[in-house]
């Protein structure tokens, strides 16, 4: 069946060290969504793309992370430098969403990336 | 700015019970509330509302939006021991990609 798929699934690095992570949406998904996931602020939503463009990355921190969509199969999100406060969940989502009023917002989120920065 | 709150923060109840789990929302413009369950892994989606007093139900699982009272409930019947998770309600916004805002979750556990 269909699903998100994310790699790698753990990542162990030191600080200072470039991270990227990797997103595969549902195949026809048009809509997709980086978040983190901390014990202390839950969930977080850095930043998502519609039909490969970005729609709002405002929740990232713009001097060290960055997302792309080089194509409709895959999502980048890289850490450059890392630090230790990024260590996270790193999810990614994907949905196909309209702004019309049938559209669903359902979001099938993948297994994550733990990411423990030394 | 657009909040989602979630009440209570943890619950611990045995197998059998009845639970309430409550979300209440304050956004600018609101489009749908969702309901995710997480276990040790990824959310998992339950429902989406988006019209007041229409109540969705999944075996054992139910959830009914409140738009008047900016708020929601999920209920769970009969629990049992593989309900014991992190229950997060999410509310979509509109305009620019339906992004959703999460409250930070009541975390479940049942016993035997």
């Known amino acids: 069946d269909a699903r998100v798929t994310q790699t790698p699934r753990h990542k162990v690095t030191e600080m200072g060290q470039e991270v990227t992570m990797r997103c595969q949406p549902i195949?026809?998904?048009?809509?997709v969504f980086w978040y983190r996931q901390t014990m202390m602020q839950g969930l977080e939503l850095l930043a998502y793309?519609?039909?490969?463009?970005?729609?709002?990355d405002s929740g990232m921190p713009k001097d060290r992370f960055s997302a792309e969509m080089p194509d409709a199969t895959l999502a980048t999100l890289k850490i450059q430098p890392s630090e230790p406060r990024d260590s996270a969940v790193y999810f990614c989502?994907?949905?196909?969403?309209?702004?019309?009023?049938?559209?669903?917002?359902?979001?099938?989120f993948g297994p994550g990336t733990r990411l423990t920065v030394l | 700015e657009d909040k989602v709150v979630q009440s209570p923060l943890s619950l611990v109840v045995h197998e059998g019970d009845t639970v309430t789990l409550n979300c209440s929302y304050e956004?600018?413009?609101?489009?749908?509330l969702l309901w995710y369950k997480q276990e040790k892994k990824a959310p998992t989606f339950l429902f989406m509302l988006?019209?007041?007093?229409i109540e969705k139900k999944s075996g054992r699982l139910s959830s009914i939006l409140d738009k008047k009272e900016l708020s929601s409930i999920l209920n769970i019947t009969a629990t049992q021991t593989g309900d014991s998770a992190i229950y997060l309600c999410?509310?979509?916004?509109?305009?620019?990609?339906?992004?959703?805002?999460f409250g930070t979750g009541t975390q479940l556990k049942v016993e035997l």
């Open positions: 989502a994907s949905g196909f969403i309209t702004d019309g009023f049938a559209s669903t917002d359902t979001q099938y």
């Open positions: 195949l026809g998904h048009n809509t």
């Open positions: 793309f519609r039909n490969r463009a970005p729609l709002d």
């Open positions: 956004v600018t413009n609101f489009r749908s």
């Open positions: 988006t019209s007041s007093g």
């Open positions: 999410a509310v979509g916004l509109p305009g620019g990609g339906n992004k959703l805002t």
